[in-house]
Nanobody, 115 residues
Framework: QVQLVESGGGLVQTGGSLRLSCAASGSAFINAMGWYRQATGKQRELVAD??????VYADFVKGRFTISRSNAENTVYLQMNSLKPEDTAVYYC???????????WGQGTQVTVSS
């Protein structure tokens, strides 16, 4: 497994932008990395994921969020534009090994969008 450290969350007004970063450390090979979010009182849900198979986005962020990964830096980014109040949540970074033999989670970073 790896250790994940997220950064970049904060408070932003509706229509604003934020960029989240997640840096992985450790020797394990990372097959996929992604971002999930959990709003108060709701289940954790997929936001975006990038792997050798491609990139996946949740319907509610298509056209607004962009996920990217730097393999050299073992870092994944989430550029969030046109933010809405319903995007308010704790955002978690996720990393997985090949065949999902292991999964690691970051500690989460709060994103708050004010109306």
């Amino acid at each position: 497994q790896v250790q994940l450290v997220e950064s970049g969350g904060g408070l932003v007004q509706t229509g604003g932008s934020l960029r989240l970063s997640c840096a992985a450390s450790g020797s394990a090979f990372i097959n996929a990395m992604g971002w999930y979010r959990q709003a108060t009182g709701k289940q954790r849900e997929l936001v975006a994921d990038v792997s050798r198979s491609g990139t996946v986005y949740a319907d509610f962020v298509k056209g607004r969020f962009t996920i990217s990964r730097s393999n050299a830096e073992n870092t994944v980014y989430l550029q969030m534009n046109s933010l809405k109040p319903e995007d308010t949540a704790v955002y978690y970074c996720n990393a997985r090994g090949s065949g999902s033999t292991w999964t690691s989670w970051g500690q989460g970073t709060q994103v708050t969008v004010s109306s």
